[in-house]
């Protein structure tokens, strides 16, 4: 079996489900439930026995080496974080929390047990790190793509605080010879993110009738990369992955913000017509220290491993539109008092 952290998260929960529909290894899922845990995520896999939920903590060492020793996983897919730059913005502290002290205290449990185990298991664990692009910090207009070699420059707490977590696992290799592998993925979308996001904010926002507020001159370029997409390449990394190894994930679809949101209006207007979406967008504050680029160079993966995506952003962006509408109840259950309190904070002056 495998141990996957973060599971009841926005990749997390499309990589578990992704994987139990496809090669059916149980699945042990580690989550807090933070604000952006979510349990309905999961509710496919009620009845299913070869997932088992365990509310709790990577930081709390203890339950981990508990979790280690009872089901001897072949691998853990680490996807629990703090995720949301904005927040990292506002609230620092919860990043280096999670994202620094609680993934040292996963990795060092995990090296304590992998250390002692007979050489072969040794030999055969994976411990799979899933970072981000924001690692590398941002891109001049016409400069190259990121690639696995691009020097570490992050700019915001969440990015340097995934940074310090990719250096620690960077050690743990080099120090001990843990058998780790790497990735940093640009921006993901599709079904089950939290509407804090750029697509699933702008989707919910749309549906509502309010504002589409895009920071700044909306002219920031990301990468974007359908979830599913990113869910095939972390297998194709665990199955094929050199130890020690990092590899960059991206969509080789880079669009500005406003391009992003104008057609995701578009998108709208044929799935559920009736309102002028493309009206609703509104200019707002740019984000403090807003990176302007970024662009993934992936050629490592698809030349070692042979991954490519299967989505355009045009196809994958009406599967996402489609997922939202059909799932009122997923949205609902989202929209708590701490999520609107988010919302009156961040979008207080728009
Ligand atoms: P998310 O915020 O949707 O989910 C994070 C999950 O981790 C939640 O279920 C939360 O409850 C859980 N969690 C948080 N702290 C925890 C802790 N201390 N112990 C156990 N569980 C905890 O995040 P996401 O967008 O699914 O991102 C998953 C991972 O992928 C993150 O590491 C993120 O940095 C990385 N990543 C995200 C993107 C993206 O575009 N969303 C792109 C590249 C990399
Ligand atoms: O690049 C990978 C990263 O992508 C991941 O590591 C992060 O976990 C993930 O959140 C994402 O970070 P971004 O900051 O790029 O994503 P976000 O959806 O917050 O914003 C995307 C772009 O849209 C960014 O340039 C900011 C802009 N934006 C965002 C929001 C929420 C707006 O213009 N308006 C908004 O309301």
Redesign the pocket.
């Given at each position: 079996m495998i141990l996957v952290t973060g599971g009841a998260g926005f990749i997390g929960s499309n990589f578990v489900l992704d994987w139990l529909a496809g090669a059916g290894e149980p699945v042990v899922n580690l989550d807090k439930l933070t604000y952006a845990g979510n349990l309905g995520s999961l509710a496919s896999l009620a009845r299913d026995a070869r997932h088992v939920f365990v509310r709790g903590d990577i930081g709390d060492a203890e339950l981990v080496a508990a979790l280690l020793r009872e089901h001897r996983p072949r691998a853990i897919v680490n996807f629990a974080?703090e995720?949301?730059?904005?927040r990292s913005i506002h609230g620092p502290a919860a990043f280096i929390e999670t994202n620094v002290v609680a993934t040292f205290n996963l990795l060092d449990a995990t090296r304590a047990w992998w250390s002692a185990l007979p050489e072969a298991e040794r030999a055969a664990f994976r411990f799979l790190h899933v970072?981000?692009?924001?690692v590398y910090g941002s891109l001049a207009p016409d400069a190259a793509g990121f690639c696995e070699t691009t020097p570490y420059a992050p700019n915001?707490p969440?990015?340097a605080s995934?940074a310090a977590s990719d250096h620690l696992v960077r050690a743990y290799r080099h120090t001990y010879g843990l058998p780790t592998l790497t990735t940093n993925?640009?921006?993901?979308?599709g079904p089950r993110q939290f509407p804090?996001?750029?697509?699933p904010?702008?989707i919910v926002n749309a549906l509502a009738g309010r504002p589409?507020?895009?920071?700044?001159d909306?002219r920031?370029?990301?990468?974007w990369l359908y979830v599913g997409d990113h869910c095939a390449a972390l297998r194709a990394v665990l199955a094929g992955g050199r130890p020690g190894e990092t590899y960059n994930i991206g969509g080789n679809a880079e669009m500005t913000?406003l391009d992003?949101?104008r057609e995701l209006t578009t998108v709208l207007a044929d799935e559920r017509p009736g309102r002028d979406y493309a009206a609703l967008v509104t200019f707002?504050a740019?984000?403090p220290g807003?990176?302007r680029r970024?662009a993934i160079d992936a050629t490592k993966i698809r030349g070692e491993l042979g991954w490519t995506p299967a989505e355009t952003f045009a196809s994958g962006l009406i599967r996402t539109v489609r997922w939202y509408l059909a799932n009122g109840e997923w949205l609902a259950s989202v929209a708590t008092k701490e999520y609107q309190k988010w919302i009156d904070l961040?979008?207080a002056a728009a």
């Open positions: 974080a995720s949301h730059v904005d970072s981000t692009d924001e915001s969440y990015s995934k993925c640009s921006n993901n979308y804090e996001k750029l697509i904010l702008m589409l507020p895009v920071y700044g909306g920031n370029v990301r990468d913000n992003v949101v707002v740019d984000r807003h990176d970024y961040q979008y």
